[in-house]
């Protein structure tokens, strides 16, 4: 039998949580490396730290150098900032006076929220003034008959996910980063994660949000109803537009019931093709109880046992899929996994593989996946690029790389979601240099133009990848994007140099 049962040896279950403590080993100033232009905004004077200080008093406003080093500074390490001055509001109120006071004073803001956003977008690219949701963290309501969540912006995912478990519900959003991002941070990402394919993404769970314009003006789009078509989707607006829009407070979220009976199965296959076949195969046999289907290639796997010290349970393949099925009734979901699965290796689709039931053994295989990330920081320099690709392109895009790579990489490897046809496409290199990053850049966002693909499925514009939406979008739809960022922030001081082109 080839399909057996989890054995625990190999990995121990892992809490999924991101130390973003940041050895800056290599990291330069952004705005010495990337050709970028401050723009006119006002510096920090006296009278602007006496104002924000009267608000919030010394203890929510951080000028030490020491302490502002991880608000300037990426989890990543690719970007660098060097702002002053970081504000920890606790209410709309005191984030409404700041904002007000920041636009009449033509200073610049950059909203802040876990900083584990793998684009820059949360990290100032000058002197910014940096607007932290930390002590937003209040859940303010739980309605159990609707399944509905309300809270401030700055809960962690997982406390949030936590909570809700009390009463049998769950977050419909899952990342390797639920330690530390923030649900505002999430919906200002539109972050997808591992669930996405089940539940589809933020636009169609945040119910509602509360977002703070750049006058000042608070903007209640607060609702509870999945059903609510009074006027424009103002909210709809704000997911996706990472802090460029308004700085949101509140969001309401709705939560499925928690999945009683989770399985997962870890497989090897021998090629793409057979990859491609098994995906098609789980949605036509697992129907409604397929909840999570990722792909991880060779290179990604001796990744994960350099640097993770974990091993595949199942031996060396080409490829390893990690499927998940979750549903209410476990004798059926197990009976239903396995005969997809023997079906699956009578017609030689699938070499090898193991299932795990229990939650401690579930946890450890998915922390082969959700843990890769965390040791992006240790590496020489990484490129790190999330792109989405029609299936029969997923692969192609990996090999391309390794091709136009050559020697001048250590490894490319891909990874990700293909259940949503994302990819997560590496380049590792010893050193940072211009030279490395003009030969990655753009060929990567032009081949996967070419194949009709979306350079960023998930993770956003931020800083680093904004020059290259007009390469992704029409002009006339940047020129609607402009135009919106007028209508919002007229004087530009929401997240400059992000999203948009600078
Ligand atoms: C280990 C790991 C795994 C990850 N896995 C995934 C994944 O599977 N899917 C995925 O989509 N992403 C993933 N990410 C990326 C990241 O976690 C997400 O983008 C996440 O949503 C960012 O949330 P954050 O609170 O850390 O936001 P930050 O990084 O602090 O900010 C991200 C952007 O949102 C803006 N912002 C933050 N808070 C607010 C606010 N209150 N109002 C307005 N704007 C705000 C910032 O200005 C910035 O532009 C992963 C990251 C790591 C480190």
Redesign the pocket.
Same mark, same amino acid.
């Given at each position: 039998m080839l399909v057996r049962t989890c054995c625990n040896k190999f990995i121990s279950a892992v809490k999924?949580s $991101?130390e973003?403590r940041i050895i800056c080993k290599k990291s330069d100033f952004t705005k010495n490396i990337y050709n970028v232009n401050r723009r006119n905004f006002n510096k920090l004077e006296a009278r602007h730290f006496q104002f924000f200080k009267d608000i919030l008093g010394g203890e929510r406003m951080i000028t030490d150098q020491e302490e502002m080093r991880s608000y300037n500074e990426?989890?990543?390490r690719c970007v660098k900032g060097i702002s002053s001055m970081a504000l920890k509001p606790k209410t709309t109120e005191e984030v409404s006076k700041i904002l007000k006071f920041c636009n009449d004073n033509n200073l610049a803001v950059?909203?802040?929220?876990?900083?584990? +956003?793998? $684009?820059g977008?949360?990290i100032p690219v000058f002197d910014e003034i940096v607007?932290s949701?930390e002590l937003?963290n209040e859940i303010l309501n739980v309605d159990e008959n609707s399944g509905v969540v309300v809270c401030q912006? !700055?809960c962690i995912?997982e406390n949030l996910d936590n909570k809700v478990a009390e009463i049998g519900l769950m977050i419909p959003l899952?990342? +390797?980063?639920k330690g530390?991002?923030?649900? +505002?941070?999430?919906?200002?990402?539109?972050?997808? !994660?591992?669930k996405?394919f089940r539940y589809g993404n933020l636009h169609g769970n945040v119910l509602g949000l509360e977002?703070v314009l750049a006058d000042g003006t608070v903007l209640d789009c607060m609702s509870s109803f999945k059903k609510d078509n009074t006027g424009y989707h103002l909210k709809n607006i704000?997911i996706g537009?990472?802090?460029?829009l !308004?700085?949101?407070?509140k969001v309401a979220l709705q939560c499925p019931p928690r999945a009683n009976s989770i399985t997962l199965a870890f497989l090897g296959l021998q090629n793409f093709e057979r990859v491609l076949r098994t995906f098609k195969k789980a949605k036509q046999d697992l129907g409604e109880i397929l909840s999570a289907f990722e792909v991880l290639d060779t290179p990604t796997m001796e990744f994960v046992n350099e640097r993770l010290k974990m091993n595949s349970p199942i031996g060396d393949f080409p490829y390893y899929l990690l499927i998940e099925t979750s549903g209410s009734n476990e004798e059926h979901d197990s009976d239903k996994l396995h005969q997809f699965l023997e079906s699956c290796m009578e017609k030689e689709l699938v070499l090898d593989g193991t299932v795990a039931t229990e939650p401690h053994k579930i946890n450890a295989i998915w922390s082969i996946r959700? =843990?890769?990330?965390?040791v992006?920081k240790d590496c020489g320099y990484l490129f790190c690029y999330?792109v989405s690709l029609p299936l029969e392109n997923y692969y192609v895009l990996v090999d391309d790389m390794t091709q136009h790579m050559g020697k001048l990489a250590k490894k490319v490897f891909g990874f990700g979601?293909m259940g949503d046809s994302n990819l997560h496409l590496q380049v590792e290199v010893d050193e940072f240099t211009r030279e490395i990053k003009n030969h990655i850049e753009p060929f990567i966002f032009e081949r996967t133009k070419q194949l009709n693909g979306s350079i960023s499925?998930?993770?956003?514009m +931020?800083f680093l990848k904004a020059r290259y939406l007009n390469l992704a979008r029409p002009y006339n739809t940047v020129k609607a994007m402009e135009n919106l960022k007028k209508l919002f922030d007229p004087s530009g001081i929401m997240?400059p140099y =992000? $999203?948009l082109p600078w």
């Open positions: 999924s $991101v973003y990426e989890w990543m950059c909203p802040y929220g876990g900083n584990t +956003g793998l $684009v977008g949360a607007l949701a937003m912006a !700055g995912l899952d990342l +390797g980063a530390s991002c923030h649900i +505002g941070g999430n919906v200002a990402t539109n972050a997808g !994660g591992l996405l977002v704000f537009s990472e802090g460029t !308004g700085f949101i407070t959700e =843990k890769i990330p965390d992006f999330d979601h499925a998930e993770h956003g +931020g997240n =992000k $999203v």
